[in-house]
């Protein structure tokens, strides 16, 4: 299933007739084109804005069948890619980028201080891992053999064209360290993973609550669309369903006996919401018990944890992975296993 979004096409091809029949003081407006990976690529959303013939990339992709097809997409774009940013620390939004480095030569590849910092600690590690254990290395083929690591941003502006996005961060949420960009003058909110459309939420990483704070400050923004970082664009909807899961992930945190039953309210009570592995992966953060028949050990080979302790509120942090996808989860079972000193020493600031 290659599906290829290119959300804002008609909006382009309406725009420059639009902006001449309003007078030469008429600047075509920024358009935002969204390319979703598949599902069995995590629906992972990376997106153009595009703004007076410059293009500021949004997240990287992982694998090179999905990065190929978005250099396919952004190159058909008129424009130069003048910056490529990385929202936050996790290797499907930031692996990719040795391919597109190569794409965009000219282009400045950068990310806020706290992700540059973790991908310098982590990401050879991750990528290794992916390479190595993942699926027993058969991704090794699509993915890449070094990590581009960004240039530390200064300030929270990015300009393309005449636009000036604004950078939002939030230092607990999907990511200990998570950043969206926002461009006021249309009300676009590009979330990174702040928000995922129909895509089960990755809360492996951190707890509900910080998560919900940073939806909460974003809701009471004039937000006219949304960008998320898994699944397709939407409106303000987005957010508020992502705040219902979270509240009700963390109700069920606290009413469920055990991972499996953690597991079974969350992914039932989310009928129609994708890639339910995620679930799986966070049980663990929550209860050290594997949930019961999870898709886990089938998807990655990754074996699960047998602690038969009950409730681990602290091991959250512990995850060196903590990356977002089903695919880092698994990295940072293995991890959490394998050593936990390790992965606090490399967890996010
Ligand atoms: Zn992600």
Request: aromatic letters at 4%; zero cysteines; glycine letters at 10%.
């Given at each position: 299933m290659n599906r290829i979004v290119i959300a804002a096409a008609a909006l382009a091809l309406l725009t420059p007739s639009a902006a001449w029949s309003m007078g030469q003081q008429a600047k075509k407006g920024p358009t935002v084109h969204t390319f979703t990976a598949p599902e069995d690529a995590f629906l992972v959303s990376s997106y153009a804005f595009e703004s007076d013939g410059e293009i500021l990339l949004v997240d990287a992709q992982m694998v090179k069948p999905q990065v190929d097809k978005l250099i396919e997409q952004v190159k058909?774009?008129?424009?130069?890619?003048?910056t490529i940013y990385i929202t936050h620390a996790h290797p499907d939004h930031y692996l990719g980028l040795p391919w597109l480095k190569t794409a965009f030569p000219q282009a400045k590849i950068v990310a806020d201080a706290d992700t540059v910092d973790r991908i310098a600690a982590e990401g050879a590690q991750t990528l290794a891992w992916f390479q190595k254990d993942f699926m027993n290395g058969q991704l090794a083929s699509v993915l890449p053999t070094s990590v581009v690591t960004p240039e530390k941003l200064t300030g929270n502006k990015l300009k393309v064209g005449s636009a000036e996005i604004e950078i939002l961060s939030f230092a607990?949420?999907?990511?200990k360290g998570a950043h969206a960009l926002w461009h006021a003058q249309t009300g676009s909110l590009i979330t990174g993973d702040l928000a995922f459309n129909k895509v089960h939420l990755w809360l492996k990483e951190t707890k509900p609550e910080g998560w919900i704070k940073a939806i909460e400050a974003l809701e009471k923004m004039p937000v006219q669309k949304v960008y998320p970082g898994h699944g397709e664009p939407g409106g303000k909807e987005i957010l508020a369903s992502n705040k219902s899961y979270l509240q009700a992930f963390d109700a069920a945190v606290k009413s469920s006996k055990d991972g499996a039953a953690l597991a079974k309210t969350v992914k039932e009570s989310n009928a129609?919401?994708?890639?339910?592995p995620i679930v799986d992966f966070a049980v663990p953060t929550y209860f050290s018990a594997p949930a019961e028949g999870t898709a886990t050990d089938a998807k990655d080979g990754v074996k699960t944890e047998t602690k038969?302790?009950?409730?681990?509120?602290?091991?959250?942090?512990?995850?060196?992975?903590?990356?977002?996808d089903a695919k880092s989860d698994a990295k940072s079972e293995s991890k959490t296993d394998a050593g936990k000193a390790d992965a606090k020493k490399t967890g996010a600031k």
């Open positions: 058909k774009i008129p424009g130069k890619v003048t607990d949420a999907e990511a129609g919401w994708r890639v339910a038969t302790d009950s409730k681990t509120e602290s091991k959250s942090d512990a995850k060196p992975g903590a990356k977002s």
